[in-house]
C-alpha cells in the first residue's frame, strides 16, 4: 500500500516558524541537504523546503522541491518534529533512492541518543 499524501497541514509555511526552526532546531549537515529540526507539540511531522535561486532556476528549485516532498511523504519517521530542508546543487543529479537514504541517515544520527 502506498504512503498516504504529503497533506497541507504537514508543511511550514510562515517566515516567523522557519525562523524558529533555524535559530533553536539542530542543524545536521546530510552530503543532499542541510536539514533543521525542531520537535513541535503536534503529534505529526512537519516539512518546510528553502530552495533559494543559488540552487538554481525555476525549474531546478521545483524539481528539489518535490523530490524532497516524495522522500518525506514516503517516510514518517519525523513524526512530532518539524523538518527544514535546504538542498543542495548535489540533490539534482541524484536519484531518489540514494536522496531517501541520505533523510534517513541524517534522521538517525540526530534521534539516536546521545551517550
Known sequence: MA?????PQERIRRRAEFQLIYTQGARIHGRYSTIFVLANTLKIGRLGIAATKKLGGSVERNRAKRLIREVFR????????????VPKRELLDASLTVLEADYLNALERRLRPRR
Open 3 to 7: 504512503p498516504a499524501a504529503f497533506r
Open 74 to 85: 514516503r517516510n514518517k519517521v519525523a513524526s512530532g518534529l518539524d523538518v527544514v530542508v
